[in-house]
């Protein structure tokens, strides 16, 4: 394990690059790419780096392509194939990329894709928003989102293992907040590659082109579509469980422990709660600690893990909460935060649920708007419809 | 009679348009940038032909040079990556009365959107698609395009571009319904004026691939283009881009190339395609192709009576 000082982005291709060289004695690795602002920098190491083995063959390629649409159709060829693969898109080519990404879903391949978090356009604005992932919340895709480097890096290794396990063999897509971390030079911890083989069994797809030729894609009729949908389900609900016994081979391999699928923070006693995702989550901490010192009985929750959703995790660790407040960087134009409509229902019953969108199109989101926005959950007898926090102070 | 006061006055138009009213933001492009060069190629010739402003449409995608648009104060569209042409085509197909300028770059036009580029030539709308070839992506730093020359180190290509790079001109001359093709460069203002006239005149689309020097991230692809003269070719004839005299002795190499003949155009654009004798001028224009609006406009500008007359024809059918 060595320290490195690497960007987000960096320690995402890092990430990949070394869970593709763990699989070099199988199908190796490979993807195919093309750049965006603010993910460019993440395909551009993967470009630069040399996938040929010791013996002089290639265990690795990256794609060069000509769109997103294509670079995930790459990923699902090469996924088909047997191949470790990895791709990185942001915003607008996340949106181009969409038809593939439902069908790589659907294809049921474990493909890793890192996504920058940025505010889609038009007008053109490349600033963190979660509104780009959010999009894909249907897409049959489990969804991270990571609050410092070492996650991402750590991310991507984990989801690899999670994504290629049998009882789940679904893609994952590993979401980081742009700029704020995708440009931010961290320490960062980069384990060796002995450790990534020995915590990532080579990638072995019970589906994958071999011996016996079929044809992948073809007609349903309804009843089997309800029986595809029904495993694709079934697939998402084995996640939990083998995300903790992931959680535990990544401990016992690289001597950290990957954060649960909701982080809680201080939520012994809380009466108060924050909820939020991605890199909020840091300031909200801040926010929470300076309230406990005055005795407030406040806490903090991060989803870490929007899909699957984490449905009872959140029942459980809300179980004692008066009042939360949802905090969403996105919003779904004509309901709200997508995050908050996808909680409610795990509160408790009397518990006040307000939504603030906050931070949208890369807004600055500092401890004093927590603060406002905490005033004003406590100030509240009712919940009102979700609050757009720049426009209405 | 000569000398009565009537003969003095002027007929003045009730307006007339100079260079400032084509004129939009002020360009952010980097200093030597070669879309500077069209920005003012195109606003010259809307001055000279009067176009009012509010009747000319500059569309784009993304990219540094599809920027255009912010640049010219006339209606402008800036896109999404790729999807410049389909978008003029919407316009141009219900507003025919819109002159359509497209602004596109070599990762915009070759690479995301090359797909529509194929179809757009196919309908063959009335309008101007200017390819700012600068052979890389521009905005997003420095990754291989589709006409990157093998070789050129880029960061998705540290060690050198490897494949061979599309040629426009090549693709172009072998979709259907071509009706117009050039070649420019930006580092000629006077014979890049010219050819956008020439394109701006023909009806159909026109498409004129612009060498356009990237003084950022590509400044060696065209240096030598630019010092050495010689490995142009002039194309000139009657029926041909024609510049002044004293443009033309820029050019040691020119050839007589009659635009109508498309197995010269193609024998022109791979030998350029090659890097020796880059064509510049018109390679190609045939003005019988069909535009799209020869199907959708019929009729558009029927009288009120005619349509009468029409709707008693259908309604006389019901007749007992
Ligand atoms: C769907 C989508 N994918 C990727 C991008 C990122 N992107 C913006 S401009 C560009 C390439 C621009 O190159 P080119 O068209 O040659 O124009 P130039 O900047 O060189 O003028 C890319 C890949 C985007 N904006 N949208």
Known sequence: MTAEFLSANHAAATAAALAGRANASARGFGGGVYPITPQSECIELLCKMDFTGPDGRSRGEIVRVESEHSAMAVCIGMAQAGVRTFTASSSNGLAYMTENVFAAAMYRLPIVMMAVNRTLGPPWNIWVDHGDTLMLRDSGWMQFYCEDNQEVLDTILFTYRLAEDRRVLLPALVCQDAFVLSHTMMMTEVPELEQVERFLPLLDLPHRLTHEPVTVGGMDFPHETEIHRHQHAAAMAAVPAVYRECQDAFEECFGRRPADAVEPYRMDDADTVIVSMGTMASTVRAVIDAARERGEKVGALRVRMFRPFPDAELTDLLAGAKRVAVLDRDISLGKGGVLWSELRGAEPRDCLVQNYVIGLGGGDVRPHDIQNLLDDLRGRDEVSAPRLMEVAP | ?320
């Open chain 2, 1 to 320: 009679m000569f000398g009565l006061k009537s003969d003095w006055s002027l007929e003045l138009p009730e307006r007339y348009f100079t260079l400032e009213d084509y004129e939009g933001g002020v360009a952010r492009w980097c200093p030597g940038c070669g879309d500077l060069a069209v920005l003012t190629a195109v606003q010259k010739i809307l001055r000279d032909e009067q176009q009012p402003p509010e009747k000319t449409v500059c569309v784009s995608g993304i990219g540094c040079s599809s920027r255009f648009p912010h640049y010219m104060h006339t209606y402008g569209f800036h896109g999404l990556h790729g999807r410049a042409l389909p978008v003029a085509c919407g316009v141009k197909s219900r507003r025919p009365d819109l002159d359509v300028w497209v602004a596109t770059g070599d990762g915009d036009c070759c690479s995301i959107g090359a797909g529509h580029w194929i179809h757009a030539t196919r309908y063959n709308m009335d309008m101007v698609v200017m390819l700012f070839d600068n052979a890389v992506y521009g905005l997003t730093k420095k990754q291989t395009s589709p006409t990157s020359p093998r070789g050129l180190k880029t960061n998705t290509h540290p060690m050198g571009s490897w494949l061979p790079p599309l040629d426009p001109l090549c693709a172009m001359l072998g979709f259907t319904n071509v009706s117009f093709v050039a070649q420019t460069v930006d580092w000629n203002p006077v014979h890049l004026h010219a050819t956008l006239r020439e394109a701006h005149k023909h009806r159909g689309m026109s498409f004129v691939r612009i060498l356009q020097r990237c003084p950022t991230y590509t400044a060696a692809v065209f240096e030598e283009l630019q010092r050495d003269p010689s490995r142009l070719l002039l194309l000139k004839g009657d029926d041909n881009v024609a510049v002044d005299p004293a443009v033309m002795k820029i050019f040691p190499n020119q050839a007589e190339h009659d635009p109508s003949d498309i197995g010269a155009a193609r024998a022109l654009a791979e030998t350029g395609s090659q890097g020796e004798k880059v064509p510049v001028g018109i390679l190609f224009r045939d003005a019988s192709r069909p535009c799209y609006e020869d199907f959708t406009m019929q009729g558009l500008g029927i009288s009120a009576e005619d349509k009468l007359a029409g709707l008693k024809r259908e309604l006389d059918k019901f007749a007992v």
